[in-house]
């Protein structure tokens, strides 16, 4: 596990995210290294893999774990699309450890930045949106949890 | 003399690729790019493109000839419903129904089956009896029946298919023979997920000797086989527009007359009555009693040439040929790939209609068609709106590739070269 103080901000991340994929120049080499972080992603737990982790709306099954720990979130996530892993894992990168006010202010704009929402957009069904809301939906519901302890 | 008989080969080669060219020329969808790559449309089962003919009427009737049908003396209404009324005359000879009321303009083959459906079990169900539905189909064909099961107290049964994809003769025969509450059969022509041609004609004798009606699906039925209702025998037959180059918005409905006239209408709204009163209303005669509201009366008029079109190139003996070249192609080639399964293969090649559903072994149907979208190959990943049958095959879904006769051979071998590319890149 990273220690807390080794934990970037979400801006930092991002923009290492944005200047590799940059180097990209075919789509195809891009797909390539989702897919290769797709078949490096750790699994989840079987046992999380359950209907209410399972995030709707996506073509492939996609399930999203999340735990809290002092503030800071930890996701964790599959599913049974390698591209879509891939995805997950960007995703991971930059928002595993992260405060929650910091996830609810971020605006995922580096997903635009390195080109894949003209090719992932709400309509394809591949649940990148699904799964940027149920994180938002994460960071929401700990924030309110925390309000009314 | 050695070489004759292969230069008269490739002379037929030769023609009927000038004959696909000639027909690729007339749809103005084909000739883009998408991602900087030229644009090759395999998604034919879920909605075909539209020939110019048909472009330019829905055009022309949209800008000029625009005005409500049968219900105005005025000139345009009166030309309005003259087009409206030809494209259910195409209707009737393309299906060869015997005459015009027994053919329903709806939005669709679902809006159809909804009908039929609704109409049907009210009208011609008592509480004991059952709908037999076939495991293949769409699942506008299986939840229109189960909503209006549900809604009258009635029950559904389901017919499943062989291992291959095929329904059997002997099967249906013995559910039939053991279950004597069954009133209706549910069925397509081609499932648009096992893309056979189911023995239609054959079904309809087997239930009919049962007593039992038989409701066809023909959305893909249309257009990759000859439909003739008066042939087939059956009660009623559905199909949509847009899968065969007419616009999108309109199906048919085909019911024998003396059915249609037994049902109580569907849908109430203008122009479905005949007289109207707080006290009771009489309904029009057919086939208006079960068009109410205004119709899609432009894409109705778009059937014509779209049928005419649909016509012309099934009944050309080199697009026949060509689309056999593909079916065999697309079977060999797919057959060669390891871990690959093809979802429907008949026994008899020649029931094989050029739809292909297929999973491959590690592989997620999505990723593949994310791929070859990005390649500008548009294909099908997922359930297909049928998951029993899809769900038997995988718990993935498919990925399904579906031709029309514009597709070349060319475009066929490009899908097969990039599924294999794109297939180890995933694995």
Redesign the interface.
């Known amino acids: 596990m990273i220690e807390i103080d080794q934990i970037r901000s979400i801006g930092e991340i991002e923009g290492e995210i944005v200047s590799e994929f940059s180097l990209f120049d075919e789509w195809l080499d891009k797909y390539e290294y989702l897919i290769e972080l797709g078949k490096e992603l750790e699994s989840i737990n079987e046992s999380d893999k359950t209907d209410d982790n399972l995030i709707r709306g996506c073509q492939s099954r996609v399930w999203l774990v999340c735990r809290n720990d002092g503030g800071r979130l930890w996701f964790g996530a599959d599913s049974d699309a390698v591209i879509t892993k891939g995805i997950i894992s960007l995703l991971l990168k930059v928002y595993n450890g992260q405060k929650y006010d910091d996830i609810i202010a971020s605006d995922f704009s580096f997903i635009e930045k390195i080109g894949l929402r003209e090719n992932l957009s709400p309509t394809r069904a591949n649940g990148l949106l699904s799964m940027i809301k149920q994180i938002k939906a994460y960071a929401l519901a700990y924030k309110e949890k925390e309000a009314q302890q | 003399m050695l070489f004759r008989p292969k230069t008269k080969v490739c002379l037929v080669l030769l023609q009927v690729m000038e004959i696909i060219e000639q027909i690729r020329e007339i749809f103005p969808a084909l000739h883009q790019q998408i991602?900087g790559k030229p644009l090759i449309y395999l998604d034919n089962a879920a909605t075909t493109q539209k020939p110019r003919e048909v472009l330019e009427l829905q055009v022309r009737m949209s800008s000029l000839t625009n005005a409500n049908i049968h219900r105005a003396l005025h000139k345009l209404s009166a030309d309005a419903t003259d087009l409206y009324e030809a494209g259910r005359e195409a209707v009737r000879i393309f299906l060869e129904a015997e005459s015009r009321e027994e053919i329903i303009f709806t939005s669709g083959a679902t809006a159809a089956l909804n009908l039929i459906a609704s109409s049907l079990v009210r009208s011609h169900m008592t509480p004991r009896d059952k709908v037999l539905i076939c495991e293949a189909e769409h699942h506008s064909n299986i939840v229109p029946w189960q909503l209006a099961c549900e809604t009258f107290g009635r029950s559904v049964e389901v017919l499943p298919v062989e291992e291959n994809g095929e329904i059997s003769l002997e099967r249906l025969s013995e559910l039939l023979e053991a279950d004597d509450r069954i009133r209706i059969l549910a069925v397509s022509h081609i499932s648009n997920v096992l893309g056979i041609i189911n023995p239609v004609a054959e079904i309809v004798r087997i239930a009919h000797s049962k007593g039992v009606l038989v409701v066809i699906d023909g959305a893909q039925g249309v257009v990759h086989d000859k439909v003739s209702v008066k042939e087939m025998n059956c009660d009623f037959y559905v199909f949509s527009g847009h899968k065969i180059y007419a616009p999108t918005g309109i199906g048919v409905l085909y019911g024998k007359r003396s059915l249609l006239e037994s049902m109580p209408p569907y849908m109430g709204g203008g122009d479905m009555v005949d007289r109207v009163s707080f006290s009771g209303t009489t309904y029009a005669p057919l086939p208006l009693k079960f068009e109410a509201g205004t119709p899609n009366f432009v894409a109705a008029a778009c059937l014509k040439p779209a049928l005419e079109f649909a016509t012309a190139v099934r009944e050309d003996v080199q697009v026949q040929e060509h689309e056999r070249k593909i079916v065999v192609t697309m079977v060999e080639e797919l057959q060669r790939i390891k871990g690959l399964k093809i979802c429907g293969l008949p026994q008899d090649l020649s029931l094989k209609t050029p739809i292909f559903s297929m999973s491959i072994e590690g592989v997620?149907p999505?990723?593949i068609a994310?791929?070859l979208?990005?390649m500008g190959i548009a294909v099908r990943?997922?359930l297909m709106c049928a998951e029993p049958i899809v769900s038997r095959f995988s718990d993935?879904?498919l990925l399904r590739v579906s031709f029309a006769p514009y597709n070349t051979i060319f475009e066929c071998e490009t899908f097969i070269s990039k599924l294999k590319l794109v297939t180890n890149?995933?694995k």
């Open positions: 991602w997620h999505s990723d994310q791929m979208d990005k990943s997922g993935q879904g890149m995933l």
